[in-house]
Every structure is written in structure tokens, then in C-alpha cells.
């Protein structure tokens, strides 16, 4: 049965190795390659119960686990659901009794990010800048480099050092082939060029992170919808196009479908609100809209 499980893993078809782990444990609670695998289950799951779950799972593996590299990794992922559950607290508490490793110090530096965005306190940017910017880069893994370029330029973006922002992100890029990983690192410098007032370079720089979205099956189709549909409202909302938005909020249905996490769901609601004031005559996006339709509509009989 572990067998099946794990060829079901590899096929991505998680509920189905649910069921498969969760017999192997019925038989030996102490089968830890089994909790293992069902708790990451349950993680690629990506929805908010079955975080829940994964959470419990790796708790247990955190706390009897015979190897100490396999309960330090437990304990990080506990952090890491315990962050994406809302609890930034918390999270960051445990992150800092574990070993200072390259993945564990830019984990915790993004959850410092994340009480940030969530309850300000730039004590918590300059916390988090000041244990990024002591890594020497020429000793660790290369995989390493663009999330540390990346996290630096949120923190600076959030810092308004623009400047060291941009050059962050761009070391980022620089620093990844994956393209999935390239589209996330140029939605956050899209959001950035919007920020800064810079719609022309934010319009470019979200057209061209949606290139880098193919489709794929199970879990990474729902993340390439989730990523695509959240590209399409930022285009959207700079062009103030409709449609536009129209087709994100039907990409991040279908990704919620796959998944139910926090931050989707967010972004479903952040575009049906979008979608009200641009239905509402009195709004300035409903405005701003028609204008844009406007200009559009004379410069194709300018150009008649």
C-alpha cells in the first residue's frame, strides 16, 4: 500500500494517496516515510482544511520522528502552515529555535514580511533586511538566490527605496529558468511599477508575466490559473478593461476550485469588487473605464 501511495504522490493525485497513506498508518502509527508523505498530501492539497491536517501531521512528525533533520524539517513546515493560516506570530516564534539554515532564515524573513503587510511595524522590514543582507551569497545554493533577491525587493518596495527595489527584482529574475517562478517575481515588479506610478511599465511587465503561464495538470494547473487570473486584474485594473477583469475573476474561480486558500480567495473578492464599481455609474474605476473606451474607440477611427 505504501508503494501505491507513493506512485499516486508522483501522479500528483493526492486525495487518492490520502487514502493510501492513511491505511499504511492504520496499521503502524509509527510508519513515519507514510506521515511524511500523507502530511505533504495534504499540503499540495492547498486548501485551508487541509492545512489543517497537514499541520497535524507534521506536528506529530516534529515531535517523535527518530532522525533530527526530519524533525527540524517537520517543525519548519509547521511554521510554514502556521504563516499561510494567518498566525504570523507564531510562526516566526518557531522559525527562530531552529537551525539559522539559508531556507529557514529566508522563510522566517518572509513571514516578517507578511506581519508587515498584515499589521505594519517597519521594525519587522528592517528585522528581516538585516538577516537577509548578512548572507554571503557565494556560499549557498544558487536556488536560493532569486528568493532572496525577491524577498529584498518587497522590503525595500515596502521601504520606498525604490531604487534598490528594482535592482532587486531584476537580480531575481537574473537568478531563475523556472517559469513559473520568473511570473511570480514579475507580478510582484508589476505591482511595483504600479505603485510607483509607472502604468505603462506595469501594463508591459504583467504581460509579460502571464507568457511564462503554460498549462499543466493537477496541482500546477491550479497554480498557473491562480497566478494567471491574478495577472489579469492587475492588467485589468490599469486599463480599467472589463472583460479583462471578467476573464480573472473566471481563471481564479476555476483555481478555487483546486484550491481555497487565503490568499485566492482574497483575490476573488478583491476582483468581484472591482467588478461592482465598475457597474456602478457613480464610481470613479466606472468612470475611469469609460474613458479608457473612449480613447480607444477614437483612436481606431483616428486611425480609419
Known amino acids: 500500500m505504501l508503494e501505491k501511495g507513493k506512485k499516486l504522490y508522483k501522479e500528483q493525485n493526492y486525495e487518492d494517496a490520502i487514502e493510501a497513506f492513511t491505511m499504511v498508518l492504520g496499521h503502524d502509527q509509527n510508519h513515519y516515510l507514510a506521515r511524511e508523505y500523507l502530511a505533504s498530501c495534504y499540503f499540495r492539497l492547498g486548501k485551508n482544511k487541509s492545512y489543517q491536517k497537514a499541520k497535524e501531521h507534521f506536528e506529530i512528525l516534529a515531535k517523535y520522528h527518530t532522525k533530527d533533520e526530519k524533525r527540524v ?15 504570523y506570530s507564531e510562526a516566526i516564534m518557531i522559525m527562530k529555535k531552529l537551525p539559522k539554515t539559508t531556507n529557514n532564515l529566508i522563510n522566517m524573513c518572509n513571514m516578517y514580511w507578511q506581519k508587515y503587510k498584515a499589521e505594519g511595524g517597519e521594525w519587522l522590514l528592517e528585522e528581516a533586511k538585516n538577516i537577509l543582507v548578512k ?14 533577491h525577491l524577498t529584498l525587493g518587497l522590503i525595500y ?7 534598490l527595489a528594482k535592482k532587486h527584482y531584476a537580480k531575481a529574475l537574473a537568478s531563475t529558468d523556472d517559469n513559473l517562478t520568473k511570473a511570480k517575481i514579475l507580478n510582484e515588479l508589476g505591482n511595483f511599477y504600479r505603485e510607483i506610478n509607472e502604468y505603462d511599465l506595469a501594463k508591459a511587465t504583467l504581460n509579460d508575466a502571464t507568457k511564462y503561464i503554460t498549462e499543466k495538470t493537477c496541482i500546477t494547473l491550479g497554480y498557473n490559473l491562480k497566478y494567471k487570473g491574478m495577472l489579469e486584474k492587475q492588467v485589468g485594473m490599469l486599463t480599467e478593461d472589463k472583460q479583462i477583469i471578467i476573464n480573472a475573476k473566471e481563471l ?5 476550485n483546486i484550491f481555497d486558500e487565503n490568499e485566492l480567495l482574497d483575490e476573488l473578492a478583491e476582483v468581484n469588487n472591482i467588478l461592482v464599481e465598475l457597474n456602478n455609474p457613480d464610481s470613479e474605476f466606472y468612470l475611469m473605464a469609460n474613458l479608457h473606451a473612449e480613447a480607444s474607440f477614437t483612436n481606431v477611427e483616428e486611425r480609419r
Open 73 to 87: 524539517y517537520a517543525a519548519s513546515m509547521v511554521a510554514t502552515i502556521t504563516s499561510i493560516l494567518g498566525d
Open 135 to 148: 548572507i554571503d551569497l557565494d556560499n549557498i545554493l544558487e536556488v536560493y538566490h532569486w528568493r532572496i
Open 157 to 163: 518596495q515596502s521601504l520606498c527605496e525604490n531604487y
Open 252 to 256: 481564479l474561480k476555476v483555481a478555487s
